[in-house]
């Protein structure tokens, strides 16, 4: 990929990014709902939980965020070979 392809996909990867966070976020929050029945996913601080819900949904957050992104960035990737026939770094 050419140093102006590189450039120029900068801001569009941050901008799949952020949207990629808000997303996973708000999918994390429905899945816990319906896994746990509750409406609200347990601080690490949470002095009312136990360490295996805190982990449970820590575990399950990072398990979702990781999939979104990595959802996100192949399709953004792929986009950007489609568009300019080369694939981002």
């Known amino acids: ?5 590189k450039i120029a996909y900068k801001p569009v990867g ?12 708000f999918a994390f929050k429905e899945v816990w709902k319906v896994v746990s029945g509750d409406d609200d ?12 819900e805190v982990l449970a949904a820590a575990a399950l957050q ?9 959802a ?6 792929t986009g950007v070979r ?3 026939g080369q694939w981002p770094n």
Do not use: H
Request: hydrophobic share 50%.
């Open 82 to 84: 489609k568009l300019t």
């Open 14 to 25: 941050l901008l799949l990014g952020a949207a990629a966070g808000a997303l996973a976020g």
């Open 62 to 70: 990072g398990l979702i965020f990781a999939v979104v992104k990595a």
């Open 1 to 5: 990929m050419s140093k102006v392809s």
């Open 41 to 52: 996913a347990p601080n690490a601080t949470d002095e009312e939980r136990g360490w295996g």
């Open 72 to 77: 996100v960035d192949r399709g953004g990737a």
